[in-house]
Every structure is written in C-alpha cells, then in structure tokens.
C-alpha cells in the first residue's frame, strides 16, 4: 500500500465502495461475465482515487469492504487484497480522460466474439444509434497489467461517440460519467453485439444513413428518458395547441 485515504474523502469513499459492490452484482444478473471474469470501477468524488474489486474474487464475496480503493497510477491504497489485474488500464482512462467517471470490462461472449475477429459491430440497429452514435470500434491487441490496454481505450474511444470498444482478442471496455453508466454501456454492447450476429446469419443487416444515426443519437442522449424537461410530458393543452 502507497497511501492513505486523506480524511476529507473518507467518506466519498466509502458511498463509492457500496455503489462499486452494488453494480458488481449486476454483471452476473445480466450474464455479462462467467465465474470472476469482469470488473467494474468508479472515480471518487473530490479525491484522486477509484474503487475497483480485488482480482480474481467470486462476485457473491464483493461486499463494499472487500472492494479496494487505487490512486490515478493504479497504487494500491485501501484495501487488504490484491487489485483487479485490469487496474492499470483503469487508472490511465482516469488520468486521460477527464470526463470519465466510471470503467466496466467484461468478457461477455457476443461482444468477444467480434473482438476475436477484429470487426466493429456495424451500426444496424436504432439502439445502436441512440446508444453508441455509430459502429462500435475495435482497440488494438494488448497485453494485460501494464498501460497498454488503457491507451488502446484512450486512442480508440477519444473522439468516439461510442462508450464501448472492443479490445482485439480479448473483450469490452466500456466508458461512461459514472460506473451505472459503464455498466449500461456493458449490457448494451452485448445486446446489440447479439443481435446484429443473428441478423448476419439471416442476410444482410441494412445499414442507417448518416444523418439518421446522427439524429437518433440527438434525440436519445438528449431527450429520452426522465429529463427535467420532459419528466411530466406535455399538458393535454400544450399537446393540442
Ligand atoms: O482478462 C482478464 C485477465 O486475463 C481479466 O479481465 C479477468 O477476467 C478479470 O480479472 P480480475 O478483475 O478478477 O483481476
């Protein structure tokens, strides 16, 4: 262990160990993972710090104390158990993508199966559109435990509407403002990357023109969905004025 947790982000903390062990459950509810095979990690609010899990522990064990918590270098300072071996890649997406507030990898089979191929997922599908802006990217092949896998994500996602990318031979990262979003991310990427392999073996999946794509993604990122200017919908008035 490198540090300490200073005393004003303890209890940032500790709100970010409990959401990081709550959404860790949420990968074997949405068959995203097979036995301790994915990870999920949020920054701390106020703090250079992530809450990550332990490498290699079975997610029924993830309690928000066995969660442990990293500087921005990947160093371990809280914690009692070795952390995630995918840390490193974490930590460089929160040094170099400052908007980030949240990183899910899993190695959920449809998703990997077209990073075994190297083939973005085509943009076929309007949750496709609404969700990613666009194909869904292939990283490059990297090694794990170093910086590597983390600027492939970096490289790859910085100026892509997508929150996903496919890392080549291995499996999804996804990005999002938070870790609930990541995780969204993970469970889209996933669906969409099973459907579009079903509509392969049925023919050829029609492609969205641009402009559609650009104006689905609009339409969901700003507008679906309890926004505070849609949540109660028009009056019957309004609707019929
Ligand atoms: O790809 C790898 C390692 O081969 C990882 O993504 C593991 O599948 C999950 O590792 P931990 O988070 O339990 O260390």
Known sequence: MTGQ???????????????????HAELPRWGLVVWTAGNVSQRVPGADLFVIKPSGVTY?????????????????VDGTRAPSSDTA?????????????GVVHTHSTYATAWAARAE??????????????????IG?????????IGRGIVETLR?????????????PFTIGRDAKAAVKAAVMVEEVARTVH?????????PIARDQIDSLYARYQNVYGQ???????PTPEEKHA
Do not use: K, W
Not at 10 to 20: F, G, I, L, P, Y
Not at 91 to 101: L, N, S, T
Not at 143 to 148: E, K, V, Y
Not at 227 to 233: P, V
């Open 5 to 23: 947790v200073p005393a004003h982000a303890r209890d940032a903390v500790a709100r970010t160990r409990e959401v990081v062990a709550l959404l």
């Open 159 to 171: 100026d892509s509407r997508s929150p996903a990318v496919l890392m080549r031979n291995h499996g």
């Open 60 to 76: 029924d064990e993830l309690t928000p104390d066995a969660m442990v918590v990293c500087d921005l270098d990947g160093n371990l």
């Open 120 to 137: 973005p997922v085509p943009c076929v599908l309007t949750m496709m559109a609404d969700e990613f802006g666009g194909d869904i990217p």
């Open 198 to 206: 079903i509509a392969r073996q049925l023919g050829d999946p029609l």
């Open 89 to 101: 890649a974490h930590a460089y997406v929160y040094r170099h993508m400052p908007e980030v507030g």
């Open 227 to 233: 926004s505070e200017t849609n949540a109660a919908g």
């Open 140 to 148: 490059p092949f990297a090694l794990i435990g170093d910086d590597s």
